[in-house]
């Protein structure tokens, strides 16, 4: 035994430390909180029928952005009562692992905001790649987080394939239904699953 | 003092295995049984051999739950087993400290 290998051994604690620190700050309330808001905005959507491509967009993605801001509030008021730092390792490696396919989803919301007259096919697969791409977001981000959120991003990604396939088809025989309606798609997706995956780890949580 | 220090080292850590294990536990406050056999890459045996030394040294705490009627098997490092490790720390910081000064 000598100092390169204590040095090496150091280097490994180390190593192993950043790898297997998990975060799982607030994520049974916040799941919930946004699968709520998520619900709320598909009725929404939905009841004062927002029609436009345009409105559309910006409506889920201000809903998205909304959610995003108010788990982020939630996460630093954890932090702050247990008294931990809100930017801590594992927070900056569960974020980081998100913005990728976030930054992606982001980009074709943008895209049906700035061309209003933009084809239903492309609005009505909208929710379908938003899906795939948050399951994919939360994919990446589950390898620093509990069991389950990869799993979670999984059903994301096959609600997503499956609903583009569904529409793909409508699309081609031509028989895609109104616009408003693909917010009641969103507010089931997004909303009704988080919603119970939200429940599901408040059960579990205090359990383990 | 070389010498002196070496022989210090505590051998239930000193164990690769049981390395990971307590860096792992020494990062987070609670894991489970898939969590840690996930993040380290270890088979359920060697887990459980491992752990259930450090169990006898009184480095680690099992808590032993049912989750939807399943079992739920937790870990957690006791005060003895964060102050082992941080010794152990110490050691391997001190031996490539003396290497340094040597040189």
Redesign the interface.
């Known amino acids: 035994m000598d100092a390169d290998w204590a040095a090496q051994r150091l280097g490994e604690i180390r190593t192993l430390m950043e790898r297997s620190s998990l975060y799982r700050r607030a994520l049974a309330p916040t799941t919930t909180l946004t699968g709520i808001i998520g619900m709320i905005a598909g009725i929404v959507g939905w009841t004062f029928p927002i029609e436009t491509g345009k409105g559309f967009c910006i409506f889920w993605m201000m809903t998205g952005g909304i959610s995003l801001l108010v788990s982020l509030l939630m996460i630093r008021r954890q932090a702050w009562k247990d008294k931990e730092l809100f930017w801590s390792r594992p927070t900056r490696r569960f974020i980081q692992a998100l913005c990728p396919a976030l930054f992606a989803g982001t980009c074709l919301g943008i895209i049906g905001m700035v061309h209003p007259q933009i084809n239903k096919a492309y609005l009505w697969n909208l929710p379908a790649l938003w899906m795939m791409f948050y399951g994919c977001a939360l994919f990446s981000a589950g390898f620093f987080m509990p069991r389950g959120i990869r799993l979670f991003g999984s059903i994301y990604v096959l609600c997503g394939a499956i609903s583009m396939f569904h529409f793909t088809t409508e699309a081609l025989h031509q028989t895609l239904p109104r616009i408003v309606h693909a917010h009641i798609v969103m507010g089931s997706s997004f909303g009704i699953l988080h919603f119970f995956y939200g429940i599901y780890l408040s059960l579990t949580e205090h359990n383990s | 003092m070389k010498t002196e220090t ?1 022989s210090q ?1 505590n051998k239930v850590i000193h164990e690769k295995g049981r ?2 294990i307590m ?2 536990l ?3 406050p ?3 049984f ?2 840690l056999k ?3 890459g270890m088979t359920d045996g060697n887990v459980s051999v491992h752990i259930r030394t450090l169990q006898q040294a009184g480095y680690v705490i099992v808590s032993k ?4 009627n399943r079992p ?1 098997t ?1 870990y957690r490092m006791t005060e003895q087993g964060l102050k082992a490790f941080s010794e152990y ?1 110490d050691l ?2 001190e ?2 400290r ?3 000064e040597s040189h």
């Not at chain 2, 739950?65 to 939807?68: A, E």
Request: proline letters at 0%; charged letters at 15%.
């Open positions: 070496f080292i390395m990971a860096s792992a020494a990062a987070n609670e894991m489970s898939k969590e996930g993040a380290l739950t049912f989750v939807n739920h937790s720390i391997l910081e031996i490539v003396l290497n340094r």
